[in-house]
Nanobody, 115 residues
């Protein structure tokens, strides 16, 4: 069983930055992939960024050039660095891990971009 705990969300001004963290209970080097998703009120959950155990990453078109995804295997933690934030980035952000064919989700962290 994998447990994921997100942190780092909050209220930020447009143009500001936040770094989200996703701490895993197991060794993330054994995960097939990890990713960040977000869900705004009334919207479907969407992929923001993902990274495989081999280091390949992909991003939603809406965040390319502004967000980066990274992992720290020693800390069993995945990060999402979010720069140049826009009001439309406001959502609950969830981390996900793919391990032995199963998907595991964190509880989410709220990001609000507003003046």
């Amino acid at each position: 069983q994998v447990q994921l705990v997100e942190s780092g969300g909050g209220l930020v001004l447009p143009g500001g930055s936040l770094r989200l963290s996703c701490a895993a209970s197991g060794s993330i080097s054994s995960f097939y992939a990890m990713g960040w998703y977000r869900q705004a009120p009334g919207e479907q959950r969407e992929l923001v960024a993902a990274i495989t155990s081999g280091g390949s990453s992909k991003f939603a078109d809406s965040v390319k050039g502004r967000f980066t995804i990274s992992t720290d295997n020693a800390k069993n933690t995945m990060y999402l660095q979010m720069n140049s934030l826009k009001p439309e980035d406001s959502a609950v952000y969830y981390c996900k891990a793919v391990y032995r064919g199963s998907n595991y989700w964190g509880q989410g962290t709220q990001v609000t971009v507003s003046s």
